[in-house]
T-cell receptor
Framework: GQNIDQPTEMTATEGAIVQINCTYQ??????LFWYQQHAGEAPTFLSY??LDGLEEKGRFSSFLSRSKGYSYLLLKELQMKDSASYLC??????????WGAGTKLIIKP | ETGVTQTPRHLVMGMTNKKSLKCEQH?????MYWYKQSAKKPLELMFV???????ENNSVPSRFSPECPNSSHLFLHLHTLQPEDSALYLC?????????????FGPGTRLTVL
């Protein structure tokens, strides 16, 4: 079957760095997405990786290893507004998104 | 308005009621989606429309009935729901189906079935 695993909850300190991991098993693979969802709001797109390696976008970076079925989202210089759920989703061979349950990130002062 | 809008934002209904959720996208996209989001569970894809034609129905009970009158509007008609149907219902759109295009989400309708 198809599956996405990510931690349920993580806690980090303002100003620090946090890495949210995601492992996936899909029928074929056409890339991996990360979305951010604040409580009571719509998920919003953060990143898309289809090739191995690290892609950096300001304070956020996303990494992909296709051979390991693994991705992570790296958040630097954490701010209180980064408290949110982070959703990992893999695109399978039929271009269907397989979603993880999300990681709730709690930022403490 | 820009992006994807959904109405109502909150809905409380009894099991015998009939209601409809509305979604509108102002992005000129060709694909639209309905998702169900329950606490601590992955997003569940319910229905997919591409150019107003339904292309996906993921074994959703018939008490949920989608309608896509044009490429900008999507409805989800609800009748005789069960308490376990209480969840956040999200609408999304993307430029094309079957591509790597990101999906743009609406704010959702928080549904409570009594």
């Amino acid at each position: 079957g198809q599956n996405i695993d990510q931690p349920t909850e993580m806690t980090a300190t303002e100003g620090a760095i946090v890495q949210i991991n995601c492992t996936y098993q899909t029928s074929g693979f056409n890339g991996l997405f990360w979305y951010q969802q604040h409580a009571g709001e719509a998920p919003t797109f953060l990143s898309y990786n289809v090739l191995d390696g690290l892609e950096e976008k300001g304070r956020f970076s996303s990494f992909l290893s296709r051979s390991k079925g693994y991705s992570y989202l790296l958040l630097k210089e954490l701010q209180m507004k980064d408290s949110a759920s982070y959703l990992c989703a893999a695109l399978d061979s039929n271009y269907q998104l397989i979603w993880g349950a999300g990681t709730k990130l709690i930022i403490k002062p | 308005e820009t992006g994807v809008t959904q109405t109502p934002r909150h809905l409380v209904m009894g099991m015998t009621n009939k209601k409809s959720l509305k979604c509108e996208q102002h992005l000129g996209h060709n694909a639209m989606y309905w998702y169900k989001q329950s606490a601590k569970k992955p997003l569940e894809l319910m229905f997919v429309y591409s150019l107003e034609e339904r292309v996906e129905n993921n074994s959703v009970p018939s008490r949920f009935s989608p309608e896509c009158p044009n490429s900008s509007h999507l409805f989800l008609h609800l009748h005789t729901l069960q308490p376990e149907d209480s969840a956040l219902y999200l609408c999304a759109s993307s430029q094309q189906l079957e591509s790597y295009n990101e999906q743009f989400f609406g704010p959702g309708t928080r549904l409570t079935v009594l």
